[in-house]
């Protein structure tokens, strides 16, 4: 849906933002919450996005909580 684009793209903007677009950066989930809070997206929601965002390889996460660009 629309609005479920509208978070995966929020999200993703977020990690861009905080590695400055560069994938050799790992960002740090609780960072990532802090940026998408304000677009009404809690804890459980992002874990949620961030899986949907692997699932469509956008982004992995080679540490626990760490995400980065793929």
Known sequence: SKKER???DAVL???KE???DNPEVLVDFWKILDKV???GI???ELE???NKLKKLED???PKPR???LI
């Open 13 to 15: 903007d977020a990690i």
């Open 6 to 8: 509208e978070k995966l």
């Open 66 to 68: 760490r995400y980065r």
């Open 48 to 50: 949620r996005l961030l």
């Open 59 to 61: 982004i992995d996460e």
């Open 42 to 44: 809690n804890e459980k």
């Open 18 to 20: 905080l590695s400055n």
């Open 37 to 39: 809070e304000e677009k």
